[in-house]
């Protein structure tokens, strides 16, 4: 249980870090945007980004699935009477994977 909290803690807490590095890139970038127009390309890299952290995480289904499969399964063979969750984990994984695709999406729109 302790091990399904740490992930879902590390989860927020990289993604709250990553957040908050992109919205002081939009801030340089829109403070600049009408002095510079190279400025524009900044965006190139945490939109690729945030397309890359949207491709790993829909890769990660398979392996988050095989995971609960072995909880379940040394849960029977200790004898506990219930099992921990992890569909919230999956369901967080899938709602910053839609976050990455929408933000990666609106950076490659600012740099036409």
């Known amino acids: 249980m302790e091990l399904y909290k740490y992930h879902m803690d590390m989860a927020l807490k990289a993604n709250l870090f990553f957040y908050v590095m992109i919205g002081s890139i939009l801030k340089y970038y829109f403070d600049n945007v009408e002095r510079h127009h190279i400025v524009r390309i900044a965006m190139l890299l945490p939109g690729s980004d945030e397309l890359y952290l949207f491709r790993r ?17 040394l849960n029977r063979r200790l004898g506990l009477t219930s099992a921990p969750n992890i569909n919230l984990l999956q ?3 899938w ?3 839609a976050l990455f695709f929408i933000t990666g999406a609106g950076m490659f729109y600012l740099v036409r």
């Open 57 to 73: 995480l829909r890769l990660c289904r398979p392996f988050s699935q095989g995971r609960r499969e072995k909880i379940y399964d």
């Open 91 to 93: 369901y967080l994984l």
């Open 95 to 97: 709602a910053f994977a």
